[in-house]
């Protein structure tokens, strides 16, 4: 499924809700968000076990009105919610790959995530996405916010995200690359 943009103002997180998803650093974040933009909802799909320290943080930020937390949902549910997103917020303490990260930015949806791990292999900071410090609620709000004012200058960052996925991340490139190293070490 491809992004369809909307005017309203709906931001996504999909995948476990644990602590070292920065689940806590997104909700903090958020109130800065709903202080410019109150119509604003933020979406949290996924479960785990930080989902109910996340609930109580929300509910004492007096955000429980503004976030959604949805649980897990089956695939073409999810792939829906993704692309009705205006962003895609993936704020990991840590992170290997960053799974949710690619799909978002498969498809088209604009991602901003945290400057660690192998996440940067994934976003180039205001070329295919955009990159905060993690911990950072101050600054991932206002890259949020950024996002939101600066709607065009995103969504080019989005088809540059897609491009970059569609050219580099597909099952072929990564079976080839694959190959290749196996054949270096069998010669």
């Not at 930080?50 to 943080?57: D, P």
């Not at 997103?85 to 790959?97: H, Q």
């Amino acid at each position: 499924m491809v992004r369809k943009k909307n005017k309203e103002y709906a931001l996504i997180f999909f995948g476990r809700i644990e602590y070292e998803k920065g689940i806590d650093v997104l909700i903090r974040a958020f109130k800065k968000v709903v202080a410019t933009y109150p119509q604003c909802m933020l979406h949290l799909v996924g479960e785990g076990n930080y989902e109910r320290t996340a609930r109580v943080l929300a509910q004492s930020l007096h955000l429980s009105g503004n976030i959604h937390f949805h649980g897990w949902k089956k695939l073409a549910d999810l792939q829906k919610m993704v692309v009705e997103s205006t962003i895609c917020v993936l704020p990991s303490r840590i992170e290997s790959f960053g799974l949710s990260i690619a799909e978002a930015m498969a498809s088209g949806v604009p991602v901003i995530s945290t400057n660690v791990a192998a996440i940067p292999e994934l976003i180039t900071h205001n070329e295919t996405g955009l990159l905060v410090p993690p911990d950072d609620p101050d600054a991932l709000g206002d890259a949020i916010l950024y996002a939101l004012r600066s709607r065009e200058k995103i969504d080019a960052m989005a088809v540059n995200a897609r491009q970059k996925i569609q050219s580099h991340f597909t099952w072929d490139k990564t079976a080839r690359a694959c190959v290749a190293i196996y054949e270096q070490y069998v010669q």
